[in-house]
């Protein structure tokens, strides 16, 4: 079994940054694609960012592009979300996730994901 455990959200301006983080234990998830994802309320959950096994490849929704920045650390089982110029629209509960089977590129679709953390709350105030 893998527990993730995201931190750092919280309440922020537009226009200001926050970043999370993703602990997972139990298991090492380094040799896993990992992606965060977020939902809204009353919205399906979507893909923002994700980041295969080596850190090498990353793929990041359109709507962050250029704000948004993950990575990660194999040797502190860790994955993170930098996210720059927070708009309103960004508010959305964000999740982590271990991808199914290790080495396996990173997927759009959540039920490619085996392992999810409980979430924390980003909220963007205008």
């Known amino acids: 079994q893998v527990q993730l455990v995201e931190s750092g959200g919280g309440l922020v301006q537009a226009g200001g940054s926050l970043r999370l983080s993703c602990a997972a234990s139990?298991?090492?998830?380094?040799?896993?694609?990992m992606a965060w994802f977020r939902q809204a309320p009353g919205k399906e959950r979507e893909v923002v960012a994700g980041?295969?096994?080596?850190?090498?490849?990353?793929y990041y929704a359109d709507s962050v592009k250029g704000r948004f920045t993950i990575s990660r650390d194999n040797a502190k089982n860790t994955v993170y979300l930098q996210m720059n110029s927070l708009q309103p629209e960004d508010t959305a509960g964000y999740y982590c996730?271990?991808?199914?089977?290790?080495?396996?590129?990173?997927?759009?679709?959540?039920?490619?994901?085996?392992?999810w953390g409980q979430g924390t709350q980003v909220t963007v105030s205008s």
């Open positions: 996730a271990r991808r199914s089977g290790q080495l396996m590129g990173v997927l759009d679709n959540p039920n490619g994901y085996d392992f």
């Open positions: 139990g298991r090492t998830v380094s040799s896993y694609a």
């Open positions: 980041i295969n096994w080596s850190g090498g490849s990353t």
